[in-house]
């Protein structure tokens, strides 16, 4: 999960890419698999913040840190499932622009579903990696890594295949630590 959420990550970023080249995204195949390599990535990501959470020690701000991240995760989640419900219903991309609009009109929908509910998750996957690495369970390097991969799509969303990338090797030391929630004795 540290590895294949940030890894689809990059997979829906690199599709993105190939939809726009003939200057529109969506609707079509690219936009489809790419909508859903993401929804994928956001699964995976919502177990790795709960593990995360877990391996901060479950307190308070690790609690507050991982509920506010599957919120943003949860509005995310909302976000992909629209996109593709118009990517589905749209005959071209002209078509998509309305059915957004009719979407974004719907009071809340837009600072809910766009705007801050997205962002608690990218912010409390970065306060998350910060925390462990406070902590001394992931290296300040990868959390240095998980910071960038969050920032980096400010620059524009081309850039997601590079935030992913970042993602994936600030997550990776997690996947490699596995701290088993049990323990065997003889």
């Not at 995204?25 to 956001?42: C, E, N, S, Y």
């Not at 749209?90 to 809340?108: I, T, Y």
Request: glycine share 12%.
């Amino acid at each position: 999960m540290f590895v294949a959420a940030p890894a689809l990550t990059v997979v829906y970023g690199a599709v993105r890419l190939v939809d726009g080249w003939d200057g529109e995204r969506g609707p079509g195949l690219a936009w489809t698999g790419g909508h859903l390599a993401f929804l994928a990535a956001l699964a995976l990501f919502a177990v790795a913040l709960w593990e995360m959470r877990r391996r901060a020690g479950g307190g308070a701000l690790a609690t507050l840190t991982a509920g506010a991240a599957l919120v943003g995760v949860a509005c995310s989640i909302a976000q992909f499932v629209i996109d593709l419900v118009v990517g589905a219903r749209a005959a071209d991309h002209a078509a998509m622009s309305p059915m957004f609009a009719a979407v974004k009109d719907v009071p809340g929908v837009e600072l809910a579903v766009y705007v801050a509910g997205p962002l608690l998750f990218y912010v409390g996957l970065l306060v998350a990696a910060c925390h462990l690495a406070a902590l001394v369970r992931l290296p300040a390097w990868a959390a240095g890594c998980v910071v960038l991969g969050v920032l980096t799509p400010f620059g524009g969303l081309d850039l997601l295949p590079v935030a992913g990338i970042l993602m994936t090797l600030g997550l990776a030391p997690l996947a490699r630590r596995a701290e088993p929630s049990f323990a065997l004795t003889a």
